[in-house]
């Protein structure tokens, strides 16, 4: 049985909630909130980072990427086409480096800002780092934005999917941040009618479903975000 530490506001955490999904895995989903540092969440990862994985008990698979390669190579190696990293050397490394530009600098440029001053805040407490919302992070996330989707769009347009011929871990590390972003209205979507295009396929796949369907307490999402024609 896997068991999912996760937040549904984090992209590295929705990127494995939809590699499982493709790879037709069921996990028990653990919801945390990492700045309240549980003592039992903090044995299993010090760095109080999300996700954390666990398989049938055994020792924590600690990181977005990290749980990515264990996937892979306990499931993903037996799928044949459906395999989320490609066979080749060269191509695996596109899709690795294009996983990463959507899980550590979308996220450290944009989406960490956006989140943390538009719903965490709201949800910790003052002694926790709660309270109003800073508002030059946010103009700063916004700007940033701007520039990484018109790279989203770039290769949307120029490739099948964002990194090749074949759906990939960096199509679902992209849409795990996108589905973030669209869900609080932050993406222009018609700036860059490509890549709209390309969200619309990752999320009309069934692996997608239960991200469409979850909402955070308090804060609804845009009106288009569970409809999968926008």
Same mark, same amino acid.
Request: hydrophobic fraction near 40%; proline fraction near 7%.
């Given at each position: /049985?896997?068991?999912?530490?996760?937040? +549904? /506001? %984090?992209?590295?955490?929705?990127?494995?909630?939809?590699?499982?999904?493709?790879?037709?895995?069921?996990?028990?989903?653990? $919801?945390?909130? &990492?700045?309240?540092?549980?003592?039992?969440?903090?044995?299993?990862?010090?760095?109080? &980072?999300?996700?954390? /994985?666990?398989?049938?008990?055994?020792?924590?698979? *600690?990181?977005? &990427? *990290?749980?990515?390669?264990?996937?892979? !190579? #306990?499931?993903?190696?037996? $799928?044949?086409?459906?395999?989320?990293? +490609?066979?080749?050397?060269?191509?695996?490394? !596109?899709?690795?480096?294009? #996983?990463?530009?959507?899980?550590?600098?979308?996220?450290?440029? *944009? #989406?960490?800002?956006?989140?943390?001053?538009?719903?965490?805040?709201?949800?910790?407490?003052?002694?926790?780092?709660?309270?109003?919302?800073?508002?030059?992070?946010?103009?700063?996330?916004?700007?940033? =934005?701007?520039?990484?989707?018109?790279?989203?769009?770039? =290769?949307?347009?120029?490739?099948?999917?964002?990194?090749? &011929?074949?759906? %990939?871990?960096?199509?679902?590390?992209?849409?795990?941040?996108?589905?973030?972003?669209?869900?609080?209205?932050?993406?222009?979507?018609?700036?860059?009618?490509?890549?709209?295009?390309?969200? /619309?396929?990752?999320? %009309?796949?069934? %692996?997608?479903? +239960?991200? =469409?369907?979850?909402?955070?307490?308090?804060? +609804?999402?845009?009106?288009?975000?569970?409809?999968?024609?926008?």
């Amino acid at each position: /049985m896997l068991k999912l530490h996760h937040h +549904p /506001m %984090s992209a590295a955490s929705r990127f494995v909630r939809l590699v499982l999904g493709e790879y037709g895995e069921r996990a028990e989903l653990l $919801q945390e909130r &990492t700045w309240e540092k549980r003592p039992e969440f903090l044995a299993l990862n010090p760095a109080a &980072t999300l996700p954390v /994985m666990i398989e049938d008990n055994g020792p924590p698979i *600690v990181g977005a &990427t *990290v749980v990515g390669e264990y996937l892979d !190579e #306990t499931r993903g190696v037996f $799928q044949r086409d459906r395999r989320l990293l +490609p066979e080749k050397p060269i191509e695996r490394a !596109e899709v690795r480096r294009l #996983t990463e530009w959507f899980l550590v600098k979308l996220d450290g440029e *944009v #989406t960490r800002y956006l989140v943390r001053e538009r719903v965490l805040k709201l949800e910790m407490k003052p002694q926790e780092g709660g309270g109003s919302p800073d508002a030059a992070a946010i103009r700063a996330a916004r700007a940033n =934005l701007k520039h990484h989707l018109r790279y989203l769009g770039w =290769l949307a347009e120029s490739r099948d999917w964002l990194a090749g &011929t074949k759906l %990939s871990y960096a199509d679902l590390a992209a849409a795990a941040a996108l589905s973030i972003l669209d869900y609080l209205g932050e993406v222009p979507w018609d700036d860059e009618p490509a890549a709209k295009d390309w969200y /619309m396929r990752v999320k %009309s796949r069934p %692996s997608f479903r +239960p991200l =469409l369907s979850e909402r955070v307490r308090g804060l +609804p999402p845009v009106h288009h975000y569970g409809e999968l024609d926008f």
